[in-house]
């Protein structure tokens, strides 16, 4: 098997009001069924190895996680290298049961907006209200930057985590980085 190869191969933009550097290689598991069902959370939570998250939050530590994505969808991460594993058990674990499980890991490109300014740096490409007291760390939100469909949460309260299409990668990352540029601070949350 080859070695994973990241959409934009780790970039990092470092010269600005905040960080942007993608991450990864990152192990994502689409699953999808009732989200409500005792097989569910188990085997989420199993395999994750963090609680299962309320609606729209999501839980995680390292590089482990559980993200709500929607009324039946959750967004499973794990190190890259475990996935095949983790579909195993998922599989085992639905075995009579209607749901889905996809490794989307390739699919997906995966980027950290961190410093003071993270916030301002999202909220200029994303229509969500990120005021400090809206939203707040493990906070989750399917939405758009700019032109495109992302997903993103604050690990804490100066970094966001964005997972996108690895299609649109390079123009995430270019937004993010034009959004972080040297002298475009906004002020709006008082930093």
């Known amino acids: 098997m080859s070695d994973p190869v990241t959409a934009m191969k780790n970039a990092t933009f470092t010269n600005g009001i905040a960080e942007v550097r993608e991450i990864g290689p990152l192990g994502m598991i689409t699953l999808r069924g009732d989200l409500n069902a005792s097989y569910m959370r188990k085997a989420a939570t199993n395999v994750a190895g963090v609680d299962y998250p309320e609606v729209r939050t999501c839980t995680c530590a390292g590089e482990r996680g559980i993200a709500w994505m929607s009324p039946d969808e959750l967004l499973l991460m794990c190190p890259y290298d475990e996935v095949s594993a983790a579909l195993e058990k998922i ?53 758009r930057l700019a032109q495109v469909p992302a997903a993103f949460w604050m690990r804490d309260e100066v970094t966001f985590q964005i997972i996108c299409f690895r299609s649109v990668g390079q123009y995430v990352f270019d937004l993010l980085s034009q959004a972080a540029q040297p002298g475009s601070e906004v002020g709006v949350f008082g930093i």
């Open 91 to 143: 599989d085992g674990a639905f075995a009579k049961q209607h749901a889905l499980a996809a490794n989307v890991s390739d699919a997906r490109a995966v980027f950290q907006v961190s410093g003071p300014h993270a916030r301002e740096v999202v909220a200029k490409l994303a229509p969500v209200d990120l005021d400090p007291q809206t939203f707040t760390p493990g906070m989750f939100r399917r939405s």
